[in-house]
């Protein structure tokens, strides 16, 4: 089990490790790479993974449900704890809400589990960064028209892939082979932005980032729990949501903070810090769905 866990966390630290040496003594356009990232090579992956006839869509309904509950319900959990503690709920409850799927989250579940893991994933991401574009920024203003947040091309590639799934069309093996190819640069790629963010690291606001880092995961975990128990779900789908809500704030709330103005400097405590924290929250987490022999 320990040679499973190293061999699941040892890549992504030293993927995100080399962004963070290269970042320390270059200054790398990351702004940029994840631009390129989030509008090409990520709309790629998923168009092609949701396209791919082989993905049987229909089977995940019930862990996109169950993801829901956790990235929704987590906002609810939290909301009596950020009051008790006077904290600006804008600036709280969405980095609490919207965790790390997209760098962290699928690489950590395709190292773990395979490339059968792709799909729930990608399903996991999707379900994650479509609440994030639409209740995320209507929290933080809720004057923005939702056309206009779901105006992303993540949508459509989601709803294209979709759309040629359920069609029952099959895309040529040479068209899904580039398109995998392409998409394939986005989870290394993630992972190495992840690293040269880490340098950002501001240690000021570090109790609430220590908040952060425990109640993040804690209630993901504890929302987690009932919906396992109430929805039949295949054991590889009972895994991957066990380490979906257990994954840490998104890098994205602090771009979306600072866009906002929304004391991007607080948010950026509150992610790097409970990213941080990860390095003991997902081998714990790794290892206790590997004991419990899901896959």
């Not at 006839?53 to 449900?65: I, K, R, S, W």
């Not at 209740?135 to 779901?150: A, E, F, K, N, Q």
């Not at 359920?166 to 640069?185: D, H, I, K, Q, R």
């Not at 109790?207 to 995961?217: H, T």
Request: aromatic share 8%; hydrophobic share 60%; charged share 10%.
């Amino acid at each position: 089990m320990i040679a499973q866990i190293l061999s699941t966390m040892l890549p992504v630290f030293l993927i995100a490790g080399c962004g963070a040496l290269y970042g320390r003594y270059r200054t790398p356009d990351i702004q940029g790479l994840n631009i390129l990232n989030m509008e090409l090579f990520v709309p790629m992956l998923v168009f092609a993974v949701l396209a791919d006839q082989q993905a049987p869509l229909q089977e995940y309904g019930g862990l996109a449900l169950a993801a829901s509950v956790v990235v929704l319900g987590s906002g609810i959990v939290l909301y009596p704890l950020a009051r008790i503690l006077n904290l600006n709920l804008k600036t709280f409850l969405p980095p609490m809400m919207f965790n790390n799927s997209g760098n962290m989250g699928i690489p950590v579940l395709v190292l773990a589990f395979g490339e059968a893991a792709l799909p729930a994933a990608i399903v996991l991401f999707i379900v994650e960064m479509l609440l994030h574009f639409s209740v995320g920024l209507y929290m933080l203003d809720p004057h923005t028209s939702i056309l206009r947040r779901l105006r992303l091309p993540i949508v459509f590639a989601s709803i294209a892939g979709l759309a040629v799934n359920f069609s029952g069309v099959a895309l040529p093996g040479w068209l899904l082979e580039t398109l995998n190819m392409l998409g394939g640069v986005c989870i290394p790629l993630m992972l190495f932005a992840l690293g040269v963010r880490m340098l950002d690291v501001d240690f000021s606001d570090w109790k609430l980032g220590m908040i952060g880092a425990i109640a993040c995961p804690v209630s993901g975990l504890l929302l987690a729990w009932p919906m396992i128990a109430l929805l039949e779900l295949p054991g590889l789908q009972v895994a991957s949501l066990w380490v979906f809500a257990a994954l840490p704030p998104a890098v994205l709330n602090y771009m979306v903070a600072e866009q906002y103005q929304q004391e991007p400097q607080k948010v950026a405590s509150l992610v790097l810090l409970s990213n941080l924290g990860s390095l003991v929250v997902m081998p714990i987490v790794l290892g206790l769905v590997f004991a419990a022999g899901y896959v």
